[in-house]
């Protein structure tokens, strides 16, 4: 099934945008562990539209109801069923252009796959909502993997052309979750914010890209040759709607390298082979060498934007024009970061499940 993910430990996310709720059924958590779920709230609160600078003014709490697999804040191992109520819907903005298929949006293609029967409004299905869930899965898979010494962090590495400080591949980075632009530059977070604001006056979106580093994942997981980490992580992160682009370690940045000035080269010391350097992003051949993983992630422009676009009119079927009403994020980046931590946090734990 398209929307079911994982191995050992396996999401199944349910729901459309504009829909009673949303959720996910989580099968293969393993039992007893402890889960603050006050903590996970907060997590999710990162995600929440209408907080963050450039964010849609939908307001939704996301509070999660857990109806199975906690039992005295504990993992019972059991599948757990995670649901979210949507409450802030506005689906009469989406009947005006209903015939007009969004530019940039899986209007068509969804019309070609389900032949008229999805769900369109707010993107139904294809939405960016259905992260809320995935961002609280990823929420339990992030306090399990710190109980085993894994830490899962992300930033902002770039909205636009304007850079954050990238991370330094062979460090516990900086925590900058708390930041409604979560940047390790204050200044740079500064000049994004106006970049959005002034994108969003414009009737525009723009795009960026999100750096995540995960810092005591263990040496030696990882299963050649079509499963290996980078497949299962890529997979997983092209999960989220918007993402259009990953790269591990200097990714592209290879290609210009010679073997001399790109190889991390083996050292022996008291706690056993490291790595002088991490150009590869803490994997090599498939599998996770102990050194920190690397990876960024490309989100294209938010497509539901003001400006007057060129379409097609299904009922008319002619060539028509749009404009998008209704309420929509002018940047998705700053409320994606924890959707990307929460994405490869839970891939690692099914990564760590199977062993």
Known sequence: MSSIWGNKVKIS??????????????????????????????????????YQPGATARREE??????????????????????????????ADYSKISAKPRPGHADLTGLARYEGS????????????????????????????ESRGVIVRAHIYSIGTIEDTPYDPMKIPK???????????????????????????????????????????????????????????????????????IEFGRGFGVSSQKGSTNNDEPYMTERGIRLRTNHAGGIEGGITNGMPILLRCAFKP????????????????SDDTIEVGGRHDSCIVPRAVPVVESAVAFALLDIMEEG
């Open 13 to 50: 996310l349910f729901g459309e945008s504009h829909g009673v709720g949303i959720g996910a059924v989580i099968d293969g958590l393993p039992a007893g562990y402890a889960i603050d779920l006050e903590r996970a709230n907060r997590h999710m609160k990162r995600r929440s539209p209408g």
């Open 175 to 245: 925590d900058c979750s708390e930041h409604s632009i979560p940047v390790i530059s204050e200044g740079q977070g500064l000049k994004m914010r106006e970049l959005i604001e002034t994108l969003r006056n414009e009737l525009d979106s723009v795009g960026g890209v999100i750096e995540c580093i995960v810092t005591g994942f263990p040496a030696g997981l990882g299963r050649p040759i079509f499963d290996n980490i980078e497949s299962r992580l890529s997979s997983i992160i092209f999960g989220i709607p918007a993402v259009k682009g």
């Open 118 to 145: 999805n769900d369109p409004r707010g993107g139904g299905h294809f939405s960016g909502r259905l992260t809320a869930p995935l961002t609280f899965a990823g929420a339990l898979a992030l306090q399990i993997l």
């Open 302 to 317: 938010t497509p539901s934007i003001g400006k007057q676009q060129n379409t097609v009119n299904l009922e008319t079927m």
């Open 62 to 91: 996301d509070r999660v109801r857990i109806l199975s697999g906690l039992y005295m804040d504990k993992t019972t191992g059991t599948p757990l069923c995670a649901l979210i109520e949507n409450h802030d819907t506005k689906s």
